[in-house]
């Protein structure tokens, strides 16, 4: 099956409906491209191991994830922040009206 396609300004293409449809592409899924060193490239889509492999980054970045947030977690108090933030200060010295 030959499709022929234009090469946008960025590079890039489209691959039509029908040869998406055969290989089972979706939006927003990686693809495949082989180039011979001649004239042909291939496109096709990975084998499930790679879409394994993102959803194991997927999980890896989620445990990260969960360990920032366990660490800072006392910072959640739900209090506003100039009321933090008031606490935080020392409270000013009372001056002294022989000072004025």
């Known amino acids: 099956m030959g499709k022929i396609t234009n090469l946008t300004v ?3 293409v489209t691959i039509p409906k029908d040869v ?9 899924e990686p693809v495949e491209i082989s180039y011979d060193g001649g004239e042909t ?3 096709r889509r990975p084998a ?4 394994m492999d993102r959803s194991a980054a997927y999980a890896a970045n989620l ?11 006392h910072l959640r108090t739900g209090v506003d922040t100039d009321v933090h933030m008031a606490r935080l200060r020392e409270p000013l010295p009372t001056p002294d009206p022989r000072d004025l």
Do not use: P, S
Not at 20 to 28: E, F, H, I, K, Q
Not at 48 to 51: E, L, R, W
């Open 10 to 12: 960025k590079g890039q």
């Open 20 to 28: 998406r449809d055969a290989l089972g592409l979706r939006a927003n």
């Open 41 to 43: 490239a291939t496109i």
């Open 48 to 51: 499930a191991t790679a879409v």
């Open 63 to 73: 445990v990260r994830l969960e360990a920032v947030a366990e660490e800072w977690k």
